[in-house]
């Protein structure tokens, strides 16, 4: 018996065998090709290791058709014999395996799915999904751009689904699988960006974290750097998106949905500050780079934003160390900018930055060569940051920002100030932040002056505003999971301080100073029901002056969420919201009213997001902004304006909350963003309109423009060359004609006769800018330049109507000229 | 901004008149007692001399309404006439120095012809209309046209002091010949009681005063004021009013030959 053993093993020796086929796991057939009765078959070469198992698959005769994908992974389910050498031992072997798709033999569909972001509700694309039944088969299946994935001829019984991607948290699920019958599996996955932490490398647009609310944005610092019209300033980019109007004169004011620019808020790290531009909006006020990101919601924001009507700007610090030192430089036309940024040891890390305008060493000699017994002095600004991070078990935050935007007039004398104008601030914040999983817990105290001020003939005649304030916001935040489908979150948010003006012009001095106290609270809960997320919030503030002043709200709010399979999210909001009167508007030594109320506003949003392909975005949104008890009078006053000096009649009654206002409109939003190029669409359509007294008509908002519309390209080229283009293009503002005049003996003046109210337009507008980039890549440093041409058609677009002295004609302040405008910036 | 700035120490286009304009509404006094009587002075440029003139008065408690409306004759109206007397309303005098301060407006409204058609039709005793419209003058130049029309207005302050306001004196001199495009300086003599808002406001039917005004403080006495005559050679006529402040005003006029 040996011996015959022997002799066949000698026989069998001379005849290596192939593997042979084990389990031939049944392919997907194309659903589209199944139904046109399409027929294929893949020639695939496997890689069969010496187990019998599928190590490696590929594609003969590659053609792109929509059966490779489904054949190769049948091929990686299926088992197979080893392959056996000629003494008979198991090898690995490579061999040919045709898989046929046969109509008639089409295996059933077993299981249907999706995959999404367990938080963001997006479809998540080229995740496996490994199917295991009890007996050890498998099959597997990948998600396309739409998160879908199929498996076909499962049989009977229970399988177990495994959700792998690199940047997943595997997601294990069952399902029990059944002859005749699809399962319908959807299956949501916590990823990288569902949690909080932003890539280190990337500044990002987005909404506030945990998407409460209904419109949201994410533009990556790579694009922004590169956009024409931004500089590179990251919170530029707010002024291209949907829902912001265009600012007159570029004085970089925020008029979003309609609303004024007071309205709105902008926020460091949830403490207020009180502009976010410099001058003519050049540029923010914060160094793009101490930014991981810019929250801007242009309504309908989540229960931690208070005391606004209209929009939100919250631009937030880097929450941990970074990652590699930054350090680099750039001059520019209107600027020189310096960002260190170093670690110091394992858990320290020091930022100094600052900025310094030079428009005015450029602008002085010219202005003062005109031989008009003048020496101006043109706008200048500086800003600066301080700031030191230190992570423990905690994170600790320090940091000292300011910002100091002036110009002056002087006369013949070298000390002569005929007028001057400052608007300053500078702040000191603490933040205490602690992250673990899904808790988080964050303080931020913030305390500093900020400062408007003007004065005339050398000090005659002057006015400020000073604002001596704190801030503390104590938040704390249980995110949802997968597990806990429910979230909370709920905060303090209280400023206080000492506010005080002066208004000294002739005879009309008014004056005034008082503590006040602003304590809110806010809490938010995040239900998520499988595709539907609910976020009911509410919030409540009061606010009141030394002098007795106090006034309360309670705002609730609530914001719904709907992920369908293809790839849509629909999204709708409903809240209230409220603002507060300033000091000088309550304090009844100077003319105000101490029975005004807070302003009401009522915001609804509706918005659909459609993931067209990899790399196409579109979003629809529409809005509706009521807004009551709106404070109006005393427009004769002097006071600081928010954008140009409003044109009359004026409102010279006392205050009171008699004005009313909407807004509405619709927003389209298209981003498309590949490895070369980017690109953004963005349209506003809008109506703003108010009503100051409730026997008056309604008329409309002097800043209402029904139409803004942004289109942005931005493209890699060759030799580390970018091209960006920017059209812009939108509705002029409305305003009050002059339709006559007399003159006032006793002042001198013409007083004009107003014709019928916001019956006049402007022109549209229109401009587009060009920008070429170009970097140097050297052995320590990288050099990088552009040039921009901004208004590269010279279009003189009409911005501000106002009158020469006697009414008798019509002058029109236009947008700047062409402007070429370049810079350089190294890092090393 | 920069350019108002520049534009106030630069020649002022405003201060050059080429077309109808009242430049000043003289009363004797500018301080009254209520049934006092004021007599009055129109200065009217008008560089084709075929102007109407309509004058009247309008006391009062708030604005849109005038006392003077209540009765069948308007006291204070005329027509084309540049030297009137009118009386302050006996009326004030109950309320005077107190809330709400009464206060009397002077009103001029010149038309070149055909510009106020229903000057042409006026008439005394006035019709409701015409009430109407003239205690509200801003809507009296709704339903007129721009150009050919000036509608000019000075207030007259009511009081009882024992020591009223007068009306601040004003006395210039200066070359009467200047070549043309030529800088030339006028030395004005001041005096009376100045607020703020104390000015001498230049004008003038050539060239152009440099700067719109100039700002008087008390204890001035002496003032410059400098003008850049034309480039066209011929006559020029110039004014230079003075206002302290509260309600005085008095007026220079005097002419320039460009040689």
């Known amino acids: 018996m040996m011996l015959l053993n022997a002799l066949m093993a000698l026989a069998m020796a001379g005849e290596p065998r192939l593997p042979e086929v084990v389990y031939a796991a049944p392919a997907v057939y194309p659903e589209a090709e199944l139904a046109a009765g399409i027929e294929a078959s893949v020639l695939l070469r496997l890689q069969i290791s010496m187990e019998g198992e599928v190590v490696g698959v590929e594609l003969v005769e590659p053609n792109g058709s929509s059966f490779e994908q489904p054949a190769i992974l049948a091929a990686m389910a299926s088992r197979f014999t080893p392959a056996y050498d000629a003494e008979d031992q198991p090898s690995g072997a490579v061999i040919g395996y045709r898989i046929v798709f046969d109509v008639e033999i089409a295996p059933p569909i077993s299981v249907e799915g999706t995959i999404s972001d367990a938080v963001l509700f997006v479809p998540l694309d080229n995740v496996r999904i490994e199917a295991r039944s009890s007996d050890g088969t498998v099959a597997f299946a990948l998600t396309d751009e739409e998160g879908s994935f199929e498996l076909a001829g499962l049989a009977s019984g229970a399988w177990s689904l495994l959700a792998t991607r690199d940047d997943l948290v595997p997601e294990l699920t069952e399902i029990e699988v059944t002859d005749g019958s699809v399962i319908i599996a959807e299956i949501l996955i916590m990823t990288d960006t569902s949690e909080y932490e932003a890539s280190d490398l990337e500044i990002i647009i987005e909404a506030e974290r945990g998407d409460s609310e209904v419109v949201e944005r994410r533009i990556t610092a790579d694009e922004i750097q590169y956009l024409p019209g931004t500089g590179g300033d990251v919170v530029k980019v707010v002024q291209n998106l949907p829902g912001v109007l265009r600012s007159p004169l570029g004085t970089g004011n925020l008029y979003i949905r309609g609303t004024a620019p007071e309205d709105s808020a902008t926020f460091l790290d949830g403490g207020p500050i009180p502009l976010v531009f410099h001058f003519a909006g050049l540029t923010s006020v914060v160094q793009g780079d101490s930014l991981e990101e810019v929250a801007f919601v242009p309504g309908n924001s989540s229960a931690r934003y208070g005391r606004i009507l209209g929009g939100v700007v919250d631009l937030r610090t880097t929450t941990g160390l970074p990652e590699e030192d930054t350090r680099f430089t750039s001059i520019d036309i209107f600027q020189a900018s310096l960002f260190l940024e170093q670690r110091l040891g394992d858990s320290t890390a020091l930022t100094i930055a600052g900025r310094r305008s030079y428009i005015d060493a450029i602008l002085n000699p010219i202005l003062n060569n005109m031989d008009s017994g003048l020496l101006v002095q043109a706008p200048r600004y500086y800003d600066a940051q301080l700031r030191l991070v230190h992570e423990g078990a905690a994170t600790w935050d320090f940091m000292i920002f300011g910002s100091d935007d002036r110009f002056r007039f002087l006369g013949g004398g070298d000390d002569e100030v005929l007028a001057a104008y400052a608007d300053r601030f500078l702040r000191a914040r603490i933040r205490r932040l602690k992250e673990t999983g899904d808790y988080r817990h964050e303080t931020t105290f913030s305390v500093g002056p900020e400062n408007r001020f003007f004065e005339q003939d050398d000090g005659d005649s002057e006015a400020f505003e000073l604002d001596i304030g704190a801030s503390l916001r104590e938040e704390i935040e249980i995110a949802p999971t997968f597990e806990r489908p429910v979230g909370f979150r709920a905060g303090l948010d209280i400023i206080f301080g000492e506010q005080s003006f002066v208004f000294d012009f002739g005879p009309a001095r008014e004056e005034g100073k008082s503590l006040y106290l602003a304590p809110g609270g806010y809490v938010e809960a995040t239900v998520q029901m499988g595709r539907l997320a609910v976020v009911p919030g509410l919030r409540m503030d009061g606010f009141g002056f030394a002098n007795g002043y106090w006034a309360n709200t309670i705002d609730p709010r609530l914001s719904i969420k709907y992920a369908l399979p293809s790839s849509t999210l629909l999204k709708g909001a409903v809240g209230r919201y409220s603002s507060f009167p300033t000091f000088r508007q309550v304090d009844e030594d100077s003319d105000g009213s101490i029975d005004l109320l807070a302003s009401r506003s009522l915001q609804v949003s509706l918005g659909a997001e459609q993931q067209i392909g990899e790399y196409l975005t579109v979003e629809l949104a529409g809005y509706l902004n009521e807004m009551s008890d709106l404070v109006v009078g005393r427009e004769d006053r002097l006071r600081f304006y928010s954008g140009p000096p409003p044109i009359g009649p004026f409102d010279t009654e006392p205050y009171a909350n008699d004005g009313v206002g909407r807004s509405f409109g619709s927003e389209l939003f298209v981003r498309y963003e590949d490895s070369n190029s980017t690109g953004m669409l963005s349209a506003t359509w809008s109506n703003s309109t108010r009503q100051d007294r409730p026997d008056e008509e309604a008329e409309l908002f002097i800043y209402d423009q029904p139409l803004v519309f942004t289109a942005l390209w931005s493209e890699s080229l060759p030799k580390d060359y970018r091209l960006g283009i920017r059209v812009r293009s939108g509705s002029g503002n409305p305003y009050t004609p002059v339709i006559n005049r007399f003159y006032n003996l006793s002042s001198r003046t013409f007083v004009p006769v107003y014709g019928e109210s916001s019956s006049g337009r402007l022109d549209p507008f229109f401009s587009l800018d060009l920008r070429i980039d170009k970097s140097w890549d050297f052995e320590r440093w990288t050099l990088g330049g552009y040039l921009e041409l901004q208004n590269a058609t010279n279009t003189r677009s009409p911005e501000l109507l106002a009158w020469n002295a006697d009414y008798s004609e019509e002058v029109i302040f236009t947008s700047n000229p062409l402007l070429p405008v370049f810079g350089l910036r190294g890092d090393w | ?259």
């Open chain 2, 1 to 259: 901004m920069i350019l108002l700035w520049l534009a106030c120490a630069a020649p002022s286009s405003d201060t050059l008149i080429d077309e109808l304009r009242i430049l000043a509404i003289l009363t004797d006094v500018p301080e009254a007692v209520p049934g006092q009587t004021v007599a009055s002075e129109t200065v009217v440029f008008d560089p084709f001399e075929d102007h109407q003139l309509l004058q009247w008065t309008c006391s009062s408690f708030a604005p849109g309404t005038c006392l003077e409306a209540d009765s069948e004759s308007w006291e204070g109206i005329s027509l084309n006439e540049y030297y009137t007397e009118f009386m302050v309303p006996p009326e004030l005098v109950l309320v005077a120095d107190e809330s709400p301060k009464p206060f009397l407006s002077r009103w001029a409204l010149a038309c070149e012809p055909n510009a106020c058609p229903f000057l042409d039709d006026f008439s005394e005793p006035l019709s409701d209309d015409l009430r109407d419209r003239l205690q509200d003058p801003m809507e009296l130049l709704r339903d007129l046209p721009l150009e050919g029309v000036s509608l000019a207005v000075r207030s007259i302050d009511i009081s009882t002091r024992s020591n009223p306001r007068i009306n601040p004196e004003l006395v210039c001199e200066g070359p009467d010949q200047a070549a043309p495009a030529e800088t030339v300086e006028y030395a004005c003599e001041v005096s009376g009681e100045f607020d703020t808002g104390a000015s001498i406001w230049g004008y003038t039917s050539g060239g152009a005063w440099i700067g719109d005004y100039v700002s008087l403080s008390t204890g001035d006495t002496e003032v410059l004021y400098s003008m850049l005559a034309p480039e066209e050679q011929g006559e020029i006529q110039l004014w230079l009013v003075i206002i302290d402040g509260a309600a005085g005003t008095s007026i220079w006029s005097g002419s320039l030959n460009v040689q």
